[in-house]
C-alpha cells in the first residue's frame, strides 16, 4: 500500500460528480459498470452513463463515464473526471491527467507502481483487487469476473452508496441462479469489507438516497426507436448493419420476436431481412411500402449517401418509407463511433432534384419511442420518406426518461388509402389527383381491384392518371402539389417546443436532439453568471412550423446550437424562412463528443458579455 | 413503334379464358418500342402465358428497373399494377412487395444492363434469398436507349455495330442463377414462342425464385453480322435441352411419346410440367451437372437452351423467415400493436 499517498484534502460533493471507467477489453467490465450507474438510479440519484469507445471489437482502450447528478442534468458535463477508476494500464497516463484537481485515483495496487505514475494534486485510492481475488478464487475466469465485484464492493464503500441497491441489481441479473447470487454477493462485500477495514471512508465523493429519478425509465434510444417501430405497426425491417444504428435493429427484433409471435402457429407478424447494402434496404422497404406494409430500415450517414437515389424515387412517386438515420461523424467514413448532428441537410434535400423531406428528431428515448412510431403514421399519411434522427449519443447511451406511454384507443393511421369498397361505389380514382387540396392523394394496394384502381409507379414524370408525360404543365403541377403536401406536413409534424425565459429577453436560442439536455443546463448556468436566462425553441421536426417563424421575428438574437461543423440547421432554417443570417448566430460543436452545457453556456455568454459591453461603451 | 393505338373494339367471338377474360384483358397500351424489337415478343408471350393459366390479371404485380426491357411492363397486363424502379434495383424493390403480400404473383422485367451491370448484386442477392418471382432479364447484349454501347453480357469478341470488337468477358446470368440457389432456372429466345410462353408459364407456377435468360435482339444496335445476340446468330446457334408443355389442373394429361423421352415434374402447386427431353443425357434436377453443360456447351459455341434446372419442392423467403400465413399488409392494429399493459410490463423491466 505504499502508493496511497493522500497528502491533500479531495473535492467534496455529494450526488454530483463524474465517474470514469477505464476498461480492459474482454474482461468483463461492462456489466459491473453498468451495474455502478443502475445502482445510483436506484438511490434515485440521476445517472447518465456513456460508452466511449473506438472503431474495434478487441484489443483496444473504452472508457464508460458515468454522470451523477442530483439536480438530473443528463448531458455530458465536460471538464474532467472527478473520480476515475483507473484499470486499463495502457491508458493509464492519459487517465490520471484527466482527473480534476482534488479529484480521485481508485486503482488496483497489487502491483506496486513508481511515484511518478501518479500526481500530487489528486487523492489516490489503492485497492488490492488482484490480491484480493487470487487469494478468494482458483479458476483465472472467476479471478477476472470477480475482481470486477470485488472493485464495486470497494467503490460502494468509497462513496457511501447503498450495498443494497447493487445487491438487488444482482439478484435480479441472476434471478432464478441462487449459487450465483451468492457468490457476487460474497465478492461485494469482500470490496466493502476490505475498504471499511483499511482506508478512511467515505470520501469527499459521496452518494445519498434522493428523489430525482421519479418513475422515470433507463434505456437507449436505439431500442427504444426500435420498440417505437413495434407500436407503430412496422412488419417489414430490411437493413444493413453499421454503427450506431445496428442496435436500433437488434432492438426492433428483440421486441418483435416476443411481441409478434403467433402462438398457434408458431409463426411471426414480422420480417426483418438483412440486405446486402443499404440500396437494396431502401428498396426492400420502398417495394413493401407500396405493397401495402409498414417498412423501414435503420442507417447511418454513409448509408443515407447510399439510399439517395431510392429516397428521390419515393419523393417523387410518393410512397412511404421510414428511414432511422442514428447519426455519427462524418463525412466519408469519418468517425463511426463518435456522435454528431451530421446528417441534417443530407436527409432533408436528400437525392437529385428538387427534394424535400420529413425529418424528425427526439431529444431521448422517450421520443425515439414515440417519433419511432409516429413515422409510420406520418409516412402513410403523407406518402413520402419519413427520417427519425437519432444520434449516437442517445441512440447508443442508457438515458433516464419518461416512461413509455400508449393509448389503447390508438388507430394506425395508413393515410389515404382507396379500397375495392370505395372503387366498387363508384369513388373516382386518380393516384395523383389532389382531390383533397391538400396535395395528397389517394393510392391504391397492388391487387386491390379485378378491373379498378390498378396504375403504374414510376420515377419518370407524368400526369394525375399516373400516366408518362414529359408535357412541361404535368410535370409542373405535380412538383407545385408536393410543395403543397410539404406544407401540409408542417401541420402533422410535432411542432417545436417553447421554454420562455423568467423575464423578456432579446435573446433565443434554437436546439433540436441530443443538444436538449446540455441546453437545458447551460440555461441554468447562463442565469447563474449572467443574471438571466434565454427563451428556448425546441425543434422537434422539419417542415419548419410557424412556431419556429414567430420565434425568430420575436428576438433579436437567435443562438442556433448545433453539433456540426456547417451549422446545417442555421442554413435550413436561413433558406426554409428568408431569416437574414446575421440574426442567427452560430453555437458549434463538432469534435465527435457530445456536446456539453458548459461549451454552449460559454459560448452563448460571450456573445451576451460583448453586447452588454458594446451598448455600455 | 406504332403511333396508332390499339382498337378498343374487340371481336366479339375471342376465346376467353376459364375466368372469362380475353387476351385482350391481359395486354397494356401500345408499345414505344423500336418495330421489331424482341422485347415486344416477350411481352406478347407473357399476356399469353398470363391468359392460358388464367391468372386474374391484378393478382399479379410487375416490377422493372430501368431501359428498354424496363419499360415493357407498360406494354402487358394493364390491370396489374407496375412499378418502374431505379436501374439495377428491382430486385430489392420486388422482394420488399412479396415480404408485404405473400398472395400476389410477383413478375421481374430487367435486361442485361439492368440485372449483369449496375444491378448484378441485387440480381445475386434475390436469387439467393429464394425469393418467390419469375424474373426475366431481356438479354439483347447492348445499352439500346444510351444508343448501343455493349453490356456485360455482350461475348468476348462480339462486334458492335459500329465495329469495335468487345474485349470483355460475358457475365452468364444462368450460371450465376444456377450457383446462387435459384429454384427454376431456364433460357429461352424471344424469337421461339413455342419454347418462350411455356417456360414463362412454368415459372409462373413455380413457387420460388424462378429466372429465365431470354435472348431478345436489339433490332437497332445489335442484330448485325459479328453479332452474336442478332435474330440469326441465335437461331443458327440454339441448342434446346428439352421442350416443355405445362399442364393444370383442367387440362387433359395424354403421354404419346416414346418412354424415356418425356419426365413429368409435378410442382408444388400441383401443375405439372410434361419435359420432352431433346438431350437425351440432360437432367434438369442435377443443378451440378446443368452448369457444367452449359460451360462445356458454350465453349463448343452453342447457346443452350430450354428448362434448365427445376427444383419442384422450393423453399421461399417466406418459409426461411417463418411469417405468418396472412399477408403482411393485411394485419391491423390489433394484429399489430401490442398495447399499454405489454407496455407498462416494459417500462417495470426498465427501472
Not at chain 2, 433490332?219 to 459479328?226: I, L, M, P, Q, T
Request: net charge neutral.
Amino acid at each position: 500500500m505504499l502508493q496511497q499517498v493522500d497528502r491533500i484534502e479531495g473535492l467534496q460533493r455529494v450526488n454530483d460528480f463524474v465517474v470514469k471507467f477505464a476498461n480492459v477489453n474482454g474482461s468483463g467490465s461492462a456489466s459491473a459498470n453498468s451495474m455502478f450507474a443502475k445502482a445510483v438510479l436506484r438511490m434515485g440519484v440521476a445517472s447518465t452513463p456513456r460508452n466511449i469507445f473506438p472503431s474495434n471489437i478487441q484489443g483496444l482502450p473504452t472508457w464508460y463515464e458515468v454522470r451523477v447528478s442530483e439536480a438530473g442534468h443528463l448531458g455530458a458535463r465536460g471538464g474532467g473526471v472527478d473520480l476515475m477508476v483507473a484499470m486499463n494500464p495502457q491508458t493509464w497516463d492519459e487517465d490520471v491527467k484527466s482527473i480534476v484537481p482534488g479529484g480521485y485515483l481508485f486503482y488496483d495496487n497489487t502491483k506496486p507502481m513508481p511515484a511518478s505514475k501518479f500526481r500530487e494534486d489528486i487523492v489516490v485510492l489503492g485497492v488490492p483487487l488482484t490480491e484480493m481475488t487470487n487469494k478468494a478464487y482458483s479458476d483465472p475466469r472467476q479471478r477476472q469476473l470477480f475482481k470486477n465485484i470485488v472493485g464495486l464492493g470497494a467503490l460502494a464503500a468509497l462513496l457511501d452508496m447503498d450495498a443494497e441497491a447493487i445487491e438487488g441489481l444482482l439478484a435480479e441479473q441472476f434471478k432464478g441462479r441462487q449459487k450465483l447470487i451468492d457468490a457476487n454477493f460474497q465478492a461485494l462485500h469482500m470490496g466493502v469489507n476490505w475498504v471499511k477495514a483499511n482506508m478512511a471512508h467515505p470520501i469527499g465523493l459521496r452518494m445519498r438516497k434522493a428523489t430525482t429519478v421519479g418513475d422515470r425509465i433507463f434505456i437507449d434510444g436505439n431500442s427504444a426507436a426500435g420498440l417505437g417501430a413495434v407500436y407503430g405497426g412496422a412488419t417489414v425491417c430490411a437493413w444493413y448493419p453499421i454503427t450506431p444504428s445496428t442496435s436500433l435493429v437488434e432492438g426492433f427484433q428483440r421486441y418483435a420476436t416476443r411481441m409478434r409471435f403467433d402462438k398457434e402457429t408458431g409463426k411471426s407478424k414480422v420480417a426483418i431481412v438483412q440486405a446486402e447494402d443499404e440500396l437494396a434496404s431502401i428498396g426492400m422497404v420502398i417495394g413493401a411500402a407500396w405493397n401495402g406494409a409498414r417498412a423501414f430500415t435503420a442507417t447511418s450517414g454513409p448509408g443515407i449517401s447510399l439510399m439517395g437515389e431510392f429516397i428521390g424515387l419515393a419523393y417523387f412517386a410518393e410512397i412511404p418509407a421510414v428511414i432511422m438515420d442514428v447519426q455519427r461523424s462524418g463525412p466519408s467514413t469519418g468517425m463511426p463511433t463518435r456522435t454528431q448532428q451530421t446528417d441534417i441537410t443530407a436527409c432533408a434535400y436528400s437525392s437529385h432534384g428538387d427534394t424535400k423531406h420529413i425529418l424528425l428528431i427526439p431529444e431521448d428515448p422517450y421520443e425515439c419511442f414515440e417519433f419511432g412510431a409516429l413515422s409510420f403514421d406520418l409516412a402513410d399519411r403523407l406518402q413520402t420518406p419519413v427520417f427519425v434522427m437519432l444520434d449516437l449519443e442517445i441512440g447508443m447511451n442508457e438515458r433516464l426518461c419518461k416512461p413509455f406511454d400508449w393509448d389503447d384507443n390508438r388507430v394506425l393511421d395508413r393515410g389515404k388509402v382507396m379500397t375495392k369498397e370505395d372503387l366498387d361505389a363508384g369513388k373516382v380514382f386518380g393516384r395523383y389527383l389532389d382531390v383533397d387540396n391538400d396535395g395528397i392523394t389517394y393510392r391504391t394496394y397492388p391487387g386491390t381491384h379485378p378491373s379498378k384502381g390498378a396504375f403504374f409507379t414510376r420515377g419518370t414524370s407524368k400526369d394525375r392518371m399516373a400516366r408518362y408525360s414529359e408535357e412541361g404543365p404535368d410535370y409542373q403541377e405535380n412538383m407545385d402539389r408536393l410543395l403543397k403536401k410539404h406544407k401540409t406536413a408542417a401541420s402533422l409534424v410535432p411542432p417545436a417546443i417553447l421554454t420562455p425565459a423568467k423575464s423578456p429577453t432579446k435573446y433565443g436560442a434554437i436546439y433540436f436532439g441530443s443538444t436538449s439536455a446540455p441546453m437545458t443546463e447551460a440555461d441554468e448556468i447562463l442565469i447563474r453568471d449572467h443574471g438571466a436566462g434565454l427563451d428556448l425553441l425546441r425543434l422537434r421536426a422539419f417542415p419548419f412550423g410557424p412556431e419556429v417563424e414567430k420565434f425568430i421575428e420575436d428576438h433579436d438574437v437567435v443562438f442556433v446550437v448545433e453539433q456540426n461543423r456547417d451549422g446545417q440547421m442555421r442554413s435550413m432554417l436561413i433558406n426554409e424562412l428568408e431569416i437574414h443570417p446575421k440574426k442567427l448566430v452560430k453555437v458549434l460543436h463538432y469534435d465527435g463528443t457530445p456536446i456539453t452545457a458548459r461549451f454552449i453556456s460559454a459560448a452563448i455568454g460571450e456573445r451576451i458579455a460583448a453586447d452588454k459591453t458594446a451598448s455600455s461603451r | 413503334m406504332t403511333y396508332l393505338a390499339k382498337p378498343k373494339l374487340h371481336h366479339p367471338d375471342l376465346h376467353k379464358n376459364a375466368l372469362g377474360f380475353t387476351r385482350r384483358d391481359y395486354e397494356g397500351p401500345v408499345s414505344t418500342l423500336c418495330a421489331g424489337c424482341g422485347h415486344d415478343s416477350i411481352s406478347a408471350a407473357i399476356v399469353r402465358a398470363c391468359f392460358e393459366l388464367d391468372l386474374p390479371p391484378h393478382r399479379i404485380a410487375k416490377l422493372s428497373g430501368i431501359g428498354c426491357s424496363s419499360k415493357t411492363p407498360t406494354y402487358f397486363l394493364g390491370a396489374s399494377h407496375g412499378f418502374n424502379s431505379v436501374h439495377g434495383r428491382m430486385p430489392s424493390v420486388l422482394t420488399g412487395a412479396n415480404l408485404a403480400n405473400k398472395d400476389l404473383i410477383y413478375l421481374g422485367v430487367s435486361g442485361d444492363g439492368d440485372s449483369a451491370s449496375i444491378g448484378i448484386g441485387q440480381f445475386a442477392h434475390a436469387m439467393r434469398r429464394g425469393v418467390n418471382m419469375v424474373y426475366i432479364v431481356e438479354n439483347n447484349g447492348v445499352y439500346g436507349l444510351t444508343k448501343g454501347q455493349f453490356s456485360a453480357t455482350s461475348d468476348k469478341g462480339a462486334k458492335s455495330k459500329r465495329g469495335v470488337v468487345n474485349s470483355e468477358e460475358a457475365i452468364d446470368l444462368v450460371g450465376m442463377a444456377l450457383q446462387l440457389g435459384a429454384t427454376f432456372v431456364a433460357r429461352s429466345f424471344s424469337g421461339d414462342k413455342t419454347q418462350l410462353v411455356p417456360l414463362i408459364e412454368a415459372a409462373l407456377k413455380h413457387q420460388g425464385a424462378a429466372f429465365i435468360d431470354c435472348i431478345s435482339p436489339c433490332v437497332a444496335f445489335n442484330n448485325h453480322d459479328g453479332s452474336t445476340k442478332s435474330f440469326d446468330f441465335v437461331r443458327e446457334h440454339n441448342e434446346a435441352v428439352n421442350s416443355l408443355d405445362v399442364i393444370t389442373g383442367r387440362s387433359e394429361i395424354t403421354v404419346d411419346y416414346a418412354p424415356g423421352t418425356v419426365e413429368m415434374v409435378t410442382q408444388h402447386d400441383g401443375s405439372v410440367l410434361r419435359l420432352r427431353k431433346l438431350e437425351a443425357n440432360y437432367d434438369v434436377h442435377d443443378r451440378i451437372g446443368a452448369l457444367t453443360y452449359m460451360q462445356e456447351r458454350h465453349a463448343a459455341g452453342e447457346m443452350v437452351t430450354g428448362l434448365l434446372y427445376v427444383d419442384p419442392n422450393p423453399r421461399d423467403l417466406h418459409a426461411h423467415l417463418k411469417t405468418v400465413d396472412t399477408p403482411l399488409n393485411e394485419l391491423n392494429t390489433a394484429a399489430l400493436v401490442p398495447g399499454s399493459k405489454a407496455l407498462a410490463a416494459i417500462n417495470a423491466s426498465l427501472r
